[in-house]
């Protein structure tokens, strides 16, 4: 016999054997008094979609089917969440809206989403899971570690792990003294330095072709506003750092402020030009004739950025394309936070 | 014996037999009165790479090595061009300044680059070629159909074959009357239309899993409003629209016009949200059944954007690694202008 809902104070009430049925056995909504249960907007679309409720009766007597109860969109961006409900359910997990009483102590986001096999009862959660449309802002102070679902305009979900990360690495960091070099528009030349500062620290890139032994180097703004701080070239700090604000205006200190951190923590970074990132990063680099492939691609924000998650899912995807991992850098006046973001799938 | 030039009046002007030597032999600079040629400062700085002159005399009478004169940086983007110039020169071309009297007419760019195998002489030129630094502003308005070399900060250079572009097809185009339709908050839901809605004009996605015979389609605000203008679903036109703009913004209505346009041509445009693009499109649906891969993806801007080169890199880049091409739709209050960017190996 199918079974109709209640809608009643913001959930919907079903008695028969729902208890049963959809609760004990399917992982649906929350015990009531008598043998009734609560369900959330959204369990109740998803069981009348798979045809398990007939209708839900709402406040005024209407008695709605899917559609129409679909139509009503009860509840805040209620057609992404419902599509990402059933996907999440098609694909054999239970999840529940991450409030109370489904959950006790719930995560702040949308839905909880428990590891395959165990349900709201087991005290276990996967997944901390948002969900938004492809054209909702992201604002960078709002990310939280967990799951973000993205479902695009065809309904198509595509689903990120956030985490918090922290880069480190073992990089080879002794500086050689005083260099010559000088300054162009926009790059360094530095004049025959030691080898190692190429083929141990790995700054900067040789000139090639040249008719002569030493190598010369050609250094990026960043790399030399670095050197120089150090001492390692012969120009001033401040005019190196004035040239690279004079290419790329404030983003310039901001990135420099990440290279260093990035240098200090051990890490290596080169440019990420050709991924359309910042950075990519070398966690350990000994010399430069043993090097690996680059690890992370390094993107620097203000900390009061704004995703929209059109780029996050190009910049995911090319990171994902090279074996790498995409790394966001959110820079403000307090520090860097690090977050890198990553496809999964569920 | 090696040669030295003369810096006077922004040329350097060099003897002896440079004219057979640089000129005649190798297509470097353009003859003067008595036997000197004349070289732009690119090409000396070139010619004193490669120890073919020892030195350029400037106006006081210092005698300039490769360091010093590429130090002066004697030219606007010197170094970017420099090396440009002299990594084309390595894989085997010719190439001059666009500017007479180099070449006659030259066209309006930096540098003429001429058919592996020919040179100035032979009146043919195979990529008229402009250089810039990666961070260096391209406003949409200043693109030109030709060659874009960027130069990264380590001195990496990627080309770009930019080209106008014009998107056609030979879709399918008949649409049904008045399908039933709900708008959500973002999107729309039409209920049970013909068959033929998605599976030979390929409008929406069907709903999956549901136990009914007929598929429900869902589909994006661009979709449903452009259904909405010709009567094919049942919903107010206005209504849909101004929904799309309070998700989107002032972006809707651009991508409302290049949609429209796209479809108008025959082309099908699906969201390319997976690609970081506005769509992906199709230029030849008879049936989804039998559906290619999408060929282009389109990325909608203002007429007055301006491109930040990395996020060329990064659009190309991925563009060319899921096989599709990248195009961009220039909107403003005149129309629409396609061009695509393709990366090229010189």
Redesign the interface.
């Known amino acids: 016999m199918s079974l109709e809902g209640r809608f009643e104070d913001g959930v919907v009430r079903v008695g028969g054997d729902a208890r049963q049925r959809y609760h004990d056995s399917r992982g649906y909504g929350y015990p009531l008094e008598g043998n009734e249960i609560a369900l959330a907007p959204i369990e109740a679309a998803h069981l009348l979609?798979?045809?398990d409720l007939e209708a839900v009766v709402d406040e005024n007597g209407d008695r709605l089917e899917f559609?129409s109860f679909?139509?009503r969109?009860p509840g805040p961006?209620?057609?992404?969440r419902f599509l990402v409900y059933?996907d999440l359910r098609?694909r054999g997990f239970y999840l529940s809206p991450a409030s109370e009483p489904w959950l006790d102590e719930p995560p702040e986001t949308d839905f909880a989403v428990f590891p395959r096999g165990k349900g709201p009862g087991d005290g276990e959660v996967a997944y901390a899971l948002q969900v938004i449309?492809?054209?909702t802002d992201v604002p960078a102070r709002d990310l939280e570690a967990g799951v973000l679902a993205?479902v695009?305009?065809?309904?198509?979900i595509?689903y990120f792990e956030v985490a918090r990360r922290d880069p480190t690495g073992s990089s080879a960091s002794s500086l050689p003294e005083g260099c010559e070099a000088?300054l162009?528009?926009?790059?360094v030349?530095v004049?025959e330095p030691p080898l190692g500062l190429y083929e141990e620290t790995f700054y900067?890139?040789p000139?090639e072709?040249?008719?002569y032994d030493e190598p010369t180097l050609?250094c990026?703004?960043?790399e030399a506003a670095y050197l120089a701080e150090r001492g390692a070239i012969d120009l001033e700090p401040a005019t190196v750092r004035e040239r690279g604000r004079e290419?790329?205006g404030e983003r310039f200190d901001r990135r420099f402020r990440v290279y260093t951190e990035l240098r200090e923590r051990g890490v290596v970074p080169?440019?990420g030009?050709?991924?359309?990132?910042?950075f990519r990063t070398y966690a350990d680099v000994d010399s430069v004739d043993d090097l690996g492939h680059s690890e992370l691609l390094v993107r620097v924000h203000p900390a009061d950025y704004v995703f929209e998650?059109?780029?996050l899912?190009?910049?995911v995807?090319?990171a994902h394309?090279v074996r790498k991992t995409m790394v966001f850098a959110l820079v403000d006046e307090d520090g860097i936070e690090w977050w890198s973001l990553e496809r999964l799938t569920p």
Not at 152 to 156: G, K, N, Q, Y
Not at 273 to 278: R, T
């Open positions: 979609y798979r045809g559609r679909l139509a969109e961006d209620f057609g992404v059933a098609s449309g492809e054209r993205v695009d305009e065809e309904s198509e595509t000088d162009l528009a926009d790059r030349v004049w900067g890139q000139l072709g040249r008719e050609q990026s703004l960043l290419v790329e080169k440019t030009y050709k991924f359309g990132a910042d998650p059109r780029d899912a190009l910049d995807r090319l394309g």
